[in-house]
């Protein structure tokens, strides 16, 4: 089993609509999650950081950990065309430990 | 506020050309630093990474060597490159609680 899980995509939807996009992982210790945009031939931008459990609101992004189920959730609400890009979730257990990222999910939000 | 500053953007290089990648960060001290590879299609593989000056630890065995003169300059460097070092080369840093990372722009390498 992988450290970390994503699906690939692609992902497409309309502009507008809700996207969800999410990572499990395997390690309790990790408790500092990550998301990255990332564009083609970019380096990663990023978007949400959530420590432990919760949920987190930054304008259209919300970001969601539920350490019981080790499970985090990345919701982007009214996407627009300018969303298009990788998402890329991470985490890390804190001083000592390296970051373990997911693969990223390829999302096109079409005009 | 803290910034990240890696250069070349793009670095077209022949097989066995040396090669080395810069990498400063900006308003912070005593930062971790990073070096990542990005294949395309793929997801991102940790090279280096550093916790202080000179202290430098290598996450996969290969053609590549990393050095941190100075308290926030890391340098990517190869004495021979091969055709399988071609790649998206980042830079990266995170406070030492290591609780979020933060990535530089990006080099594009092409090794032909």
């Known amino acids: 089993q992988k450290e970390v899980e994503q699906d690939p995509g692609p992902l497409s939807v309309p502009e507008g609509a809700i996207v969800s996009l999410n990572c499990t992982y395997s390690?309790?210790?990790?408790?500092?999650f990550m998301w990255y945009r990332q564009y083609s031939r970019k380096g990663p931008e990023l978007l949400m950081y959530?420590?432990?459990?919760g949920n987190k609101e930054d304008g259209r992004f919300t970001a969601q950990v539920d350490k019981s189920s080790k499970y985090i959730s990345l919701f982007i609400r009214d996407s627009q065309p300018s969303d298009s890009a990788t998402y890329l979730c991470a985490m890390s257990a804190g001083y000592g430990q390296n970051f373990v990222f997911g693969p990223g999910t390829r999302l096109s939000v079409l005009p | 506020s803290q910034t990240i500053h890696q250069w070349p953007a793009t670095l077209v290089q022949p097989v066995g050309s040396p090669l080395s990648l810069e990498c400063t960060v900006e308003g912070t001290s005593n930062p971790n630093l990073y070096w990542y590879r990005q294949a395309a299609g793929r997801g991102l593989q940790l090279l280096f990474y550093?916790?202080?000056?000179?202290?430098i630890s290598s996450e996969v065995p290969q053609n590549l060597s990393a050095s941190r003169p100075q308290d926030r300059q890391f340098i990517l460097s190869s004495k021979k490159l091969l055709l399988s070092d071609s790649g998206f080369y980042l830079c990266a840093w995170s406070p030492s609680l290591n609780e979020k990372l933060f990535f530089g722009s990006g080099t594009q390498l092409s090794v032909l």
């Open positions: 390690n309790s210790a990790f408790q500092y």
């Open positions: 550093s916790i202080g000056i000179d202290q």
């Open positions: 959530t420590y432990s459990s």
